[in-house]
């Protein structure tokens, strides 16, 4: 079972819908969770962190966790054709490290 | 406040070559942390040093070495170059390792 397991997409959504993207996780003792979005050649951007159970919502995006499921979500609202890229979700390792593992991502293409 | 810069952005090396990976963090974080990516894939973790000391190393052999100085600026090291070792290598900065971190823009390392 891999660590972290996302679908790879791509996930196609028209504009102004709202893309699910969803992921879940093996190590139980991740307590930091992470979205990152990546355009094509270019580095990871924070978009989302989520610490506890339940929603976070900011702006167009919102993240939902549930640790008993292992589970973490990110929703964007209104997609635009600017939001597609890969998504990739990193839970944090927990204990000294506290490093990022990382998903392969799933890649979002918004339909004009 | 500038962001974390990474330099050099693109480099073209030999295998054999020895390659150095220069990282500069965003002004009072103390942790730094070293990820590979190669294409189609997550990043994965090589290193993470906070206040100048190693705090975790990854799956990666020996000829991966890293350090951070006083000024938190971190140095990612590879000898013995491999063509499998062309990647995104990417810088990643945080004040405290389990919070969240921020990428530079990467160094796209490519071995011939």
């Known amino acids: 079972q891999k660590e972290v397991e996302q679908n790879s997409g791509p996930l196609s959504v028209p504009e102004g819908a709202i893309a699910s993207l969803n992921c879940t996780y093996s190590d139980r003792g991740s307590q930091s969770f992470f979205w990152y979005r990546q355009y094509s050649g270019k580095s990871p951007e924070l978009i989302m962190s989520?610490?506890?159970?339940g929603d976070k919502e900011d702006g167009r995006f919102t993240a939902q966790l549930n640790k008993a499921s292992q589970y973490v979500s990110l929703l964007i609202r209104d997609s635009q054709p600017s939001d597609s890229a890969t998504y990739l979700c990193a839970p944090n390792a927990g204990g000294a490290t506290n490093k990022l593992i990382f998903g392969t991502g799933t890649l979002l293409a918004v339909q004009p | 406040d500038a962001g974390v810069t990474q330099s050099p952005t693109h480099l073209i090396k030999t295998r054999g070559q020895q390659v150095t990976l220069r990282c500069s963090p965003i002004?009072?974080?103390?942790?730094v942390s070293w990820y590979q990516q190669v294409l189609g894939q997550g990043p994965q973790f090589i290193f993470q040093y906070y206040e100048k000391e190693e705090r975790g190393r990854g799956n990666f052999p020996d000829r991966f070495s890293a350090r951070q100085f006083p000024n938190y600026s971190s140095e990612l090291n590879v000898n013995a170059l491999l063509l499998g070792d062309s990647a995104l290598y990417l810088c990643a900065s945080s004040w405290d390792p389990g919070v969240q971190a921020f990428f530079g823009q990467g160094t796209r390392l490519t071995v011939v």
């Open positions: 002004s009072g974080h103390k942790s």
């Open positions: 989520i610490y506890s159970n």
